[in-house]
T-cell receptor, first 110, second 111 residues
Framework: DTAVSQTPKYLVTQMGNDKSIKCEQNLGHDTMYWYKQDSKKFLKIMFSYNNKELIINETVPNRFSPKSPDKAHLNLHINSLELGDSAVYFC?????????FGPGTRLTVL | DAKTTQPNSMESNEEEPVHLPCNHSTISGTDYIHWYRQLPSQGPEYVIHGLTSNVNNRMASLAIAEDRKSSTLILHRATLRDAAVYYCILMRETSGSRLTFGEGTQLTVNP
């Protein structure tokens, strides 16, 4: 049973396209997150939602728009993809302080 | 968020104990000390956390200095599966559970 799942695992696309990454958690957690890990392996938080409400919104271009249709899902939509968006994107969830991470989505923008 | 300092890399032999240090001299009274690890090609994984007292769980032990300005993650018997990047992170309960990752320590386990 996968606790935090993401689709797709790999995403290769052209500059300028719009793409979405989906995340689902079956842990019953209230809070979900998106993190970005760049080519230098630095992990940075992008967004956090609690009970479908945005609570953390780091300095992220507004081309990135998270959407939480319900507590178990937090999707990430990216408009007008740029080369610099290439990275591994991790979804996570928590109830309390410990976070559970998904396997990641490797996005490559050509 | 207060900063942590860890060695870039460490090496250990299989089945030997490993002590991973972390300095956090600017820690505040409400900061919890969290450890996560990231195995190759996987997402980060929670290891352990503590506030003032030493903590043990099935994965590791956490030893916290009396002044809380440093801590040590202890893997009692390293296995090849423990090879990962280990992150020491300070988290305030009021921060909305934000995890601020540093560079971490790359642990290599030799057979």
């Amino acid at each position: 049973d996968t606790a935090v799942s993401q689709t797709p695992k790999y995403l290769v696309t052209q500059m300028g396209n719009d793409k979405s990454i989906k995340c689902e958690q079956n842990l019953g957690h209230d809070t979900m997150y998106w993190y970005k890990q760049d080519s230098k392996k630095f992990l940075k938080i992008m967004f956090s939602y609690n009970n479908k409400e945005l609570i953390i919104n780091e300095t992220v271009p507004n081309r990135f728009s998270p959407k939480s249709p319900d507590k178990a899902h937090l999707n990430l939509h990216i408009n007008s993809l740029e080369l610099g968006d290439s990275a591994v994107y991790f979804c996570a969830s928590s109830h309390g302080t410990n976070q559970f991470f998904g396997p990641g989505t490797r996005l490559t923008v050509l | 968020d207060a900063k942590t300092t860890q060695p870039n890399s460490m090496e250990s032999n299989e089945e030997e104990p490993v002590h991973l240090p972390c300095n956090h001299s600017t820690i505040s009274g409400t900061d919890y000390i969290h450890w996560y690890r990231q195995l190759p090609s996987q997402g980060p994984e929670y290891v352990i956390h503590g506030l003032t007292s030493n903590v043990n769980n099935r994965m590791a032990s956490l030893a916290i200095a009396e002044d809380r300005k440093s801590s040590t993650l202890i893997l009692h018997r390293a296995t090849l599966r423990d090879a990962a990047v280990y992150y020491c992170i300070l988290m305030r309960e009021t921060s909305g559970s934000r995890l601020t990752f540093g560079e971490g320590t790359q642990l290599t386990v030799n057979p």
